[in-house]
């Protein structure tokens, strides 16, 4: 065979190659990570149901260490919690030992401390299930309830970046008031024949206590994460104005994707502001329009997570579909492939089966309404529209990224 026909059949054979690695290798490997998340969603739903269980099967230590070894840069709680039962048992059935006033916030709150002494934040109820807050997408109290769902939706999108969150009972009179500081018990007082408090916060009023129906309570407690892991606060770069004293309209600050530059230069990598979508994406389902601030871990090198903290402005109006939360997904179009997989899992009404049956067991069931659950569907195919209008402007390829990719060119 003469040298020039040679090289002909090596240049063919090397094309051939490079078409196989291409279109067939990086295919079987694209569609082996597709297997991988049908499984782990599939895992997901086979671990819905949690049923408050005290026993421990697999460990001598207190609910309490097992909850805090957890915790990593990444994840607040892993994918297998086979003792998540168990923690959240304690969270709604351990003897409070301290009751204080919550931490500095606008919003009433409560920081208690259980047998063990672990730290939980009780939010109490203010509204009936079916209330429908009017208003701004961030008016009203909190919602306890929608810290509950909020926790549960993180576990169904396999985000698992919010603490544990859990319903729980609790008598004013014979659990809280004994144990209370000087500062808590001097907000106590009687409306009617029920036993109500107002706390100490930036909204809280003499005015507008929570009260109990007589002495019971209803609330929801979010477990505290472990004090070896301090927070920092980043502004959100697609944060709403406000003025002083008051809620302004809502203003979205930023317009573009450019919006990444008003992140901590810790914050800049592709990474980390697609860390910054999949929040908006959650925030969207709930109907969270007041995350001004994000947290992370501190002393990280840049792998922390951004955490899902304070959910309790959500689940206000289920007719309310404020488009503006989706802004930096509708500016970026950017996506994990993952999150893409997870979103289209749960259309046709499996979000809303899904949340129902993981809420299921929670001590304040039911958690939501109807009109509610009904909206996260609806919001889902709005999430999963834009989506698409992404993908055809601008093709899949640059659209839906691999988990953990870097995006230099942003």
Request: proline fraction near 5%.
């Amino acid at each position: 065979m003469k040298l020039k026909q040679r090289v002909v059949l090596l240049a063919i054979l090397l094309v051939i190659f490079i078409f196989t690695k291409v279109f067939l290798i990086d295919n079987l490997d694209t569609s082996a990570a597709n297997r991988e998340d049908q499984r782990a969603f599939q895992r997901m739903l086979s671990g819905l149901r949690v049923a408050l269980d005290p026993r421990l099967e697999h460990t001598l230590q207190s609910p309490w260490e097992i909850a805090a070894q957890w915790v990593v840069p990444r994840e607040v709680y892993p994918e297998d919690t086979p003792e998540l039962g168990a923690v959240m048992h304690a969270m709604t059935t351990k003897r409070i030992i301290k009751a204080d006033v919550g931490y500095k916030g606008t919003q009433l709150k409560a920081l208690l401390i259980l047998e063990g002494g672990q730290k939980v934040v009780f939010k109490p109820k203010r509204y009936a299930r079916d209330y429908i807050v009017e208003g701004e997408p961030y008016a009203g109290y909190d919602r306890h309830n929608a810290e509950v769902a909020a926790f549960h939706l993180d576990r169904i999108l396999g985000f698992r970046r919010a603490p544990l969150v859990v319903g729980r009972f609790v008598n004013l009179r014979t659990e809280i008031k004994p144990v209370a500081t000087e500062q808590l018990l001097g907000t106590f007082m009687t409306v009617g024949n029920n036993t109500c408090f107002y706390g100490k916060c930036y909204y809280c009023r003499e005015t507008e206590p929570a009260c109990a129906d007589g002495d019971i309570m209803e609330g929801s407690v979010t477990l505290w994460l472990p004090d070896v892991w301090p927070l920092q606060k980043h502004r959100h770069p697609w944060g709403r104005t406000y003025r002083e004293g008051k809620l302004a309209s809502s203003k979205i600050l930023a317009r573009s994707c450019s919006a990444k530059k008003l992140i901590s230069s810790k914050f800049r990598v592709g990474e980390s502001l697609i860390m910054f979508l999949l929040t908006a994406i959650f925030d969207y389902l709930i109907g969270n329009a007041d995350r001004h601030h994000y947290e992370s871990f501190q002393d990280d090198e840049g792998a922390s997570m951004l955490i899902l903290l304070d959910n309790a402005k959500s689940f206000g109006n289920p007719a309310l579909d404020e488009r503006s939360i989706l802004a930096p997904l509708y500016q970026c179009c950017i996506i994990r492939v993952s999150t893409w997989n997870r979103l289209n899992y749960l259309k046709n009404g499996v979000l809303k089966s899904a949340l129902k049956t993981a809420m299921s067991h929670d001590p304040i069931s039911p958690v939501l309404s109807d009109p509610h659950l009904d909206a996260l569907d609806q919001r889902l195919l709005s999430i999963l529209a834009t989506v698409k209008q992404c993908t055809d402007q601008f093709g899949p390829d640059v659209v839906l990224v691999e988990d953990r990719m870097t995006l230099s060119h942003l």
